[in-house]
């Protein structure tokens, strides 16, 4: 029984904690020093300025630490930056791992990455339920496994929400295009302007 498996929890690995530790001890030290060397800003306003930093970075810590995806009986919690959300089994109408489009964008991007979808389609990202951090075909396999299992026996999918899960699938695959065009546009008149630029010289 696929139910046995739950509960099932995902965070951020200690690895990349770790990276976010250095990133605040590195950070840190160096705005409160650039802060307190500003010759014109009085300096009740420094002190503003580095309690709002330390709280910043305080609750990036903080954050970090709290986001989490959690599986159990009752159905699936995410707990985000802002805030967390929870569906119930009998009201996903959909759980899957799709390419991550940011993938290239940054280092260290996973490039699968895992969402459910609500009762009106409209999806929520599973935090840590990546390449990254697990085995995403095995978790998604187990998490699909338990929502068939306990969303109930009179489940049937709502074509509303499928229907918006598609048009929301067929928006992004243009935006993925749209930006391969544009990236490769710019590219190519980069590309010519410097020759441009060389021949002119």
């Not at 967390?84 to 940011?102: G, K």
């Not at 243009?174 to 002119?200: D, N, P, Q, Y």
């Amino acid at each position: 029984m696929s139910a046995g498996l739950l509960p099932r929890d995902y965070r951020i690995r200690s690895q990349q904690m770790t990276a976010v530790y250095i990133a605040v001890g590195v950070g840190l030290p160096g705005i409160v020093l650039s802060t307190l060397n500003l010759d014109d800003v009085p300096g009740a306003v420094k002190l503003v300025i580095i309690a709002l930093v330390v709280l910043l970075f305080g609750w990036l810590v903080w954050a970090s630490k709290r986001c989490a995806t959690s599986a159990d009986l009752k159905g699936i919690r995410v707990r985000r930056f802002t805030g967390s959300r929870r569906l119930a089994w009998e009201d996903i109408q959909e759980i899957q791992a799709v390419r991550n489009p940011s993938a290239g964008m940054g280092q260290n991007q996973p490039t699968l990455i895992s969402y459910a979808y609500d009762a009106g389609g409209r999806r929520v990202q599973l935090m840590y339920v990546d390449d990254n951090h697990v085995d995403v075909e095995r978790e998604i396999a187990v998490i699909r496994a338990a929502w068939e299992e306990l969303r109930g026996p009179g489940w049937a999918p709502d074509p509303q929400a499928h229907a918006h899960v598609e048009r929301q699938a067929v928006r992004e695959g243009r935006m993925l295009k749209a930006t391969f065009w544009g990236c490769g546009i710019f590219f190519v008149l980069f590309v010519v302007a410097m020759v441009v630029m060389v021949v002119s010289t």
